[in-house]
């Protein structure tokens, strides 16, 4: 059963700062890894997707790598904005599922 | 362009009341599409799923069922609510297939007194 961890839980950062979330999870059989950011008592916006055989993807400010050898993925997100302050939610598809971790809360002040 | 809808955005139920979420996509033929719950203090949960009209997969044992009658309407179900079913309620899609992007609506907020 897939177990998808994220670190941290909460981050409170100034404006400016480039700041990195953490996703890891148990099982590296999986079709692809999506990020999202979650906005309080709304749906879910798809940030970035990275399929099973790329290594990192990039929009804008946001950077996401995976690394199925070591069940890890990374958002970097550069120069933080107070508009970037958000729930970030990775998940990992096994077939046609979307398995999600719990999150990271991120302040970014200005 | 593509666009999801769920109604209503907000609701609140008795325990024992009955319960329709529905959800639709336009702009895409054919698409898969998921149910999802985020209960308080906790994570995202499949709760269904379906790849083609009539064809539905439950993840959970629950009170809740899911129907898809036309190829882009989803709905969400349950005959007798319980307490336990308060949370927020999440329809996605994504293209037929595997490794797509799933693209989520506005979602909806239940809660049951």
């Known amino acids: 059963k897939q177990e998808v961890t994220q670190i941290p839980a909460a981050l409170s950062v100034p404006e400016g700062e480039n700041l990195v979330l953490n996703c890891s999870f148990t099982d590296s059989a999986i079709y692809n890894l999506q990020w999202f950011r979650q906005d309080p008592g709304k749906g879910l916006t798809s940030l970035l997707l990275i399929q099973s055989s790329q290594r990192e993807q990039t929009s804008g400010r946001l950077n996401a790598s995976l690394d199925k050898s070591s069940g890890r993925s990374t958002l970097y997100i550069a120069a933080s904005q107070p508009g970037d302050s958000a729930t970030y939610l990775c998940?990992?598809?096994?077939?046609?599922?979307?398995?999600f971790g719990t999150g990271t809360r991120l302040l970014v002040s200005p | 362009s593509q666009t999801i809808h769920q109604w209503p955005a907000t609701l609140v139920q008795p325990v024992g009341s009955p319960l329709s979420l529905e959800c639709t996509v336009e702009g895409t033929s054919n698409p898969n599409l998921y149910w999802y719950r985020q209960a308080a203090g906790r994570g995202l949960q499949l709760l269904f799923y379906s790849v083609g009209i009539g064809q539905i997969s439950s993840e959970v044992p629950q009170n809740l069922s899911a129907s898809r009658p036309q190829d882009r309407q989803f709905i969400l179900s349950s005959k007798k609510l319980l307490l336990s079913d308060s949370g927020f309620y999440l329809c996605?899609?994504?293209?037929?297939?595997?490794?797509?992007?799933?693209?989520f609506g506005p979602g909806t907020r239940l809660t049951v007194l």
């Open positions: 996605a899609w994504s293209l037929g297939g595997s490794g797509n992007e799933q693209f």
């Open positions: 998940a990992l598809e096994g077939f046609q599922k979307l398995v």
